[in-house]
């Protein structure tokens, strides 16, 4: 499990806007199935997602 880890890592550091965007997206598609009723819990969400992947936005 460790390898596939160090893989998804190096994928997320590699392709960072793409990975971040793709998030994003996900956020948004939450975000409408829930009616926005959740909206601040998401967004809070995929800000940290987004701070832990790729070299543009860690907080390492």
Known sequence: ???FMDKA??????????VDQG????GDMA?????????DQIDKGVD???ARTG???QVR
């Open 1 to 3: 499990m460790g390898d």
């Open 9 to 18: 890592k190096d994928v997320a550091d590699k392709h960072d806007k793409q």
């Open 23 to 26: 998030m994003e997206k996900a």
């Open 31 to 39: 975000d409408k199935r829930t009616g926005g009723k959740y909206d």
């Open 48 to 50: 940290q997602a987004q």
């Open 55 to 57: 070299e543009g936005d």
